[in-house]
């Protein structure tokens, strides 16, 4: 059920409780003067005159009656959008345009809390938040963001919920208008831009998952409010996914390897014995890990991956060498080929890095080689490299992508794909030209 942000009405405060009073049930209104102001979430109260925000939102509650103070009455209202279209016919309701203006921010109330859903413009704000918050990955950091939007195309958003100013939860992604549908998604190639959480402490279970359910609620309330169309990738670490479901979202699983590398021996051991034979093959043929900054090299080797595979590729070749370019150029990550003595490259991988972890993020590979045992070579030598303590092979999902990485013997890991829409209209409309397309 969809409700309306912000509300100005105008009639005599007698008349609106004559007619409507019986509709007084669950809801906030603030009274000034002879304006009624009433808001719903999403949104904030305003009164007409002075701009003050006289009543951010309170948790929903049954009142009937209304407390007098020196300043204002409140009445409690629930009204669904299509009451709303029945009072604006009667010339009882209009909006208010100013408050309208700021579709960007919503402020809401808890009694001693005050929680404001705002888009964060800021790079230093957010990636202050991002290195603490639970969720956190390099592929929602500004620098990564930007990477993306300049190779892809589409605005940054990063939305985020302040609790009494304080930044406690958020979402990145790029907006796009698609079809007519504005959109909010984690980018194409990009691993996870879903939910973050700040961590919290000196409070008990049932406390902290009551507090992260709120501002997910309240993020919630806002991108179906602004956008038709969301699509979010957590990570695994961003495990419950009911306050996405209880709101009519899809929550599908997914899931990926990930790699202890802190002892190449014992990694050795866990590696499946056919990965370690083609692996010695590969030693035998001659071939060698070196490392690349060539953009071109792995586009011709992506292109010719994915021309061998009926899904085709995740995202058109041309934008693939500039996200690569881009990464590499922003120090994000770095990109390994590996190499035969008479010049041949089987595989080019580009590897990204946060704090802990290192992703296989794109690769681009010759079929033609594939027996040869490169690929699998690549990324052994790869794990002897690199200082960080744990690997993430971004996926494994398609069967036979997956059977690869489990002979590396990672732990599988599951993550949610969240995916949201503003109607049912738009989901409908848009599972019709999924099927259409297979």
């Known amino acids: 059920m969809r409700y309306v ?48 925000i006289l009543c951010p ?18 009445v409690y209202f629930e009204l669904p959008i299509i009451q709303f279209n029945y009072l604006f016919k009667l010339n009882l ?15 809401h109330s808890d009694m001693a809390d005050t929680y404001t859903i705002a888009l964060v413009d800021e790079d230093t704000a957010w990636d202050a938040f991002v290195r603490k918050a639970v969720g956190s990955t390099v592929f929602s950091t500004s620098t990564w963001l930007h990477c993306s939007a300049e190779a892809t195309g589409g605005q940054i958003h990063r939305l985020g919920c302040f609790r009494n100013g304080n930044l ?38 049932a406390k902290a998952e009551a507090e992260q359910h709120r501002a997910c609620d309240l993020l919630i309330d806002y991108l179906e409010t602004q956008y038709d169309h969301v699509l979010l990738v957590h990570t695994p670490a ?3 996914m009911r306050p996405f479901t209880w709101r009519d979202w899809d929550a599908r699983l997914r899931y990926t390897y990930q790699l202890d590398l802190a002892d190449t021996k014992s990694l050795w051991d866990k590696i499946e014995r056919r990965t370690r034979t083609v692996i010695r093959k590969a030693e035998k043929l001659g071939y060698t890990l070196q490392s690349t900054d060539d953009v071109a090299l792995f586009r011709r080797l992506y292109e010719t991956l994915y021309n061998q595979q009926s899904g085709g590729a995740p995202i058109a070749a041309a934008a693939a060498e500039r996200f690569v370019a881009a990464v590499l150029n922003a120090g994000l990550g770095q990109a390994y080929k590996v190499e035969s003595p008479e010049g041949q490259v089987a595989s080019v991988v580009v590897f990204v890095n946060d704090s802990d972890t290192t992703y296989a993020w794109a ?66 409309a848009l599972s019709a030209r999924r099927a259409l397309r297979g």
């Open 5 to 52: 942000s912000e509300l100005v009405i105008k009639p005599k405060v007698e008349d609106f409780i004559e007619q409507f009073g019986a509709l007084a049930h669950a809801g906030d209104m603030t009274f000034c003067g002879q304006d009624i102001l009433l808001r719903l979430e999403p949104g904030n109260v305003r009164c007409a005159a002075s701009r003050e």
């Open 57 to 74: 939102s309170i948790k929903h509650t049954r009142r009937s009656k209304y407390h007098r103070t020196a300043q204002a009455c409140q």
């Open 93 to 107: 309701l209009k909006i208010d345009e100013q408050s309208n203006k700021d579709r960007n921010k919503h402020i």
């Open 168 to 205: 406690i939860a958020g979402v990145a992604g790029l907006a796009r208008k698609r079809s007519g549908l504005q959109r909010l998604e984690t980018p194409e190639l990009t691993p996870h831009t879903g939910l973050l959480l700040a961590p919290i402490q000196s409070k008990g279970p």
């Open 238 to 240: 961003i495990g419950d």
């Open 363 to 428: 690769a681009g590979a010759d079929p033609a080689l594939n027996n040869t045992g490169a690929t699998s070579l690549l990324y052994w030598q790869y794990f002897a490299t690199t200082p960080l303590k744990r690997f993430d092979f971004v996926g494994a999902n398609i069967p036979a992508v997956a059977f690869f990485k489990r002979g590396f013997g990672g732990d599988l890991k599951a993550y949610y794909v969240a995916e949201g829409y503003k109607s049912k209209w738009v989901k409908r």
